[in-house]
């Protein structure tokens, strides 16, 4: 039987939950930190308190390309490392916001965020299917290993389109299978909240993202996790640079 | 949560303003206090410095 929409979400919820008090990775079984250690440079991670563990499956802020003063939006921002990284390439004229909806892992990355000092990180309790952000506000969106745990991935995508700026971009790593998944797989809890049986085939994730307005959507990277039917990527997606702009070649023109 | 941040922040449903309510704050962290959106009648509780932007029916569950 279909897991309803609510089922998944307090499953999700309840899982990450009780990895923000004792850590485990989301892709695997190995230590929060050893695996930490394998997915970021170590002079980026270096200084970080023990409680800004991973628990993603990739590092987007690396791809990411990020510039001075620009605006970050961290989907599922965990324990804030992906967003602390962020914070010390936008620099202190940049803001990043981190949304969650774990109480636990809001705390967790509050605490962090206090003891580092990450003045221009903001934490928020929201859902990525209704982003409490306003229309066309950020630069770049990261997310590590989170999407595939939505139960509607068109509303994360349009949301991710809407609150873009126009030539914003989007740049994550996430959870894509390489062949359908059986029933048994899809409806067991633990994998999905484990990152598999709710992850998208590769070319279904991509055309979702373009019908929810994306200008260029593209698999980056890909990395397969043993033999499982499923596999870790970086996805990037751009909106286009003169879309909802009042001051496009043909808008303005148009004015009196 | 920081009040200089308030600007790009909307509400979750209805993509409209939001306006601050503080009942707690320390420097310029708004530690308790709410959001409130007009058009949809609804406030969004800020507790322990993180604004609450849950849909509601998502929050009342969640709470429960």
Aim: proline fraction near 4%; hydrophobic fraction near 35%; aromatic fraction near 6%.
């Amino acid at each position: 039987m279909a897991r309803t929409a609510d089922e998944i979400k307090g499953a999700v919820k309840e899982f990450y939950g009780e990895r923000a008090v004792k850590a485990s990775s989301c892709c695997g079984p190995e230590d929060v930190n050893d695996y930490k250690e394998k997915l970021y440079l170590l002079d980026d991670i270096k200084g970080m308190p023990e409680t800004v563990a991973s628990f993603g499956c990739g590092n987007p802020t690396a791809i990411a390309g990020l510039k001075t003063s620009e605006t970050v939006l961290d989907l599922g921002s965990g324990a804030g490392l992906d967003c602390f990284l962020s914070a010390k390439a936008v620099g202190e004229t940049g803001r990043v916001i981190g949304l969650d909806m774990t109480d636990e892992m809001l705390a967790l990355a509050n605490k962090n965020r206090d003891e580092l000092g990450a003045k221009n990180v903001e934490f928020r309790k929201g859902e990525m299917e209704s982003m409490p952000i306003d229309d066309g506000t950020v630069d770049v969106i990261i997310s590590n290993c989170v999407i595939n745990l939505s139960p509607d991935k068109d509303a994360v995508f349009r949301e991710s389109h809407r609150v873009l700026k126009a030539g914003g971009r989007f740049h994550v790593s996430d959870v894509l299978l390489s062949r359908e998944l059986t029933e048994a797989e899809t409806n067991d809890l633990s994998l999905w909240a484990g990152c598999a049986s709710g992850a998208l085939l590769e070319d279904d994730y991509l055309a979702r993202m373009k019908a929810a307005g994306f200008a260029e959507a593209r698999i980056d990277s890909r990395s397969k996790i043993g033999s499982k039917p499923w596999f870790s990527a970086t996805i990037s997606a751009f909106k286009s640079a003169d879309e909802g702009s009042c001051c496009g070649p043909t808008c303005c023109s148009l004015g009196s | 949560m920081r009040k200089d941040l308030m600007d790009i922040l909307a509400c979750p449903m209805c993509k409209g303003e939001l306006t601050l309510t503080i009942d707690e704050e320390k420097n310029d962290e708004v530690i308790r206090g709410g959001l409130f959106c007009a058009k949809c009648n609804e406030r969004y509780p800020i507790d322990d410095s993180i604004p609450n932007l849950l849909p509601p029916d998502l929050r009342k569950q969640m709470s429960a």
